[in-house]
T-cell receptor
Framework: AQSVAQPEDQVNVAEGNPLTVKCTYSVSGNPYLFWYVQYPNRGLQFLLKYITGDNLVKGSYGFEAEFNKSQTSFHLKKPSALVSDSALYFCAVRDGNYGQNFVFGPGTRLSVLP | EAGVAQSPRYKIIEKRQSVAFWCNPISGHATLYWYQQILGQGPKLLIQFQNNGVVDDSQLPKDRFSAERLKGVDSTLKIQPAKLEDSAVYLC??????????????????FGPGTRLTVT
């Protein structure tokens, strides 16, 4: 069965600095990987996905993520953080070969300080 | 393009009562998901529909939870009777095509605003 870990409950970064939110995964087959963001009292919003191809994927709001197969990681990054990026971030995985359902990580709360 | 609609947004009930949630997915999306999100945790899939058929309900507590998707569009999720531990946000999501394993398609899910359920 697939699983997702987000090792940091909270990430704090100063506005203008680069940010990284970490995600590692475990699947039997090929991983389909996703990042979602959740703002207070709102549903999750899709940011980006990796299915196949280039290991560096670009998404909404200037975010990008790098797929690293050897380290089974899919870290979310942004070169310059904004205060408005403060939210809850979820990594999710689906096994492209053996599963149909998505598994979400526990979430990482990002706080960007002005 | 209209997003995923859910109602009600908030619901407070007493334990042992019943409650129902409604979801209208994005037009043309064949796959519909119901998730339970307990405070401080990531969403947990309860049930996945492909059109009006159930693809995965392995984590649905079937003794008290039920869901249907008549005509392959709107869906309802019901809890009867509710327990204190059912207090959570219930999220509905849809995607163009959930796909069988191994096929490449548009997997990203679009979520509704959720229904916050409080069981007292």
């Amino acid at each position: 069965a697939q699983s997702v870990a987000q090792p940091e409950d909270q990430v704090n970064v100063a506005e203008g600095n680069p940010l990284t939110v970490k995600c590692t995964y475990s699947v039997s087959g090929n991983p389909y990987l996703f990042w979602y963001v959740q703002y207070p009292n709102r549903g999750l919003q899709f940011l980006l996905k990796y299915i196949t191809g280039d290991n560096l994927v670009k998404g909404s709001y200037g975010f990008e993520a790098e797929f690293n197969k050897s380290q089974t990681s899919f870290h979310l990054k942004k070169p310059s953080a904004l205060v408005s990026d403060s939210a809850l971030y979820f990594c999710a995985v689906r096994d492209g070969n053996y599963g149909q359902n998505f598994v979400f990580g526990p979430g990482t709360r990002l706080s960007v300080l002005p | 393009e209209a997003g995923v609609a859910q109602s009600p947004r908030y619901k407070i009930i007493e334990k042992r009562q019943s409650v129902a949630f409604w979801c209208n997915p994005i037009s043309g999306h064949a796959t519909l998901y119901w998730y339970q999100q307990i405070l401080g945790q990531g969403p947990k899939l309860l049930i996945q529909f492909q059109n009006n058929g159930v693809v995965d309900d392995s984590q649905l507590p079937k003794d008290r939870f039920s869901a249907e998707r008549l005509k392959g569009v709107d869906s309802t999720l019901k809890i009867q009777p509710a327990k204190l531990e059912d207090s959570a946000v219930y999220l509905c999501a849809s995607s163009f095509y959930g796909g069988l394993a191994g096929t490449v398609s548009s997997y990203e899910q679009y979520f509704g605003p959720g229904t916050r359920l409080t069981v007292t």
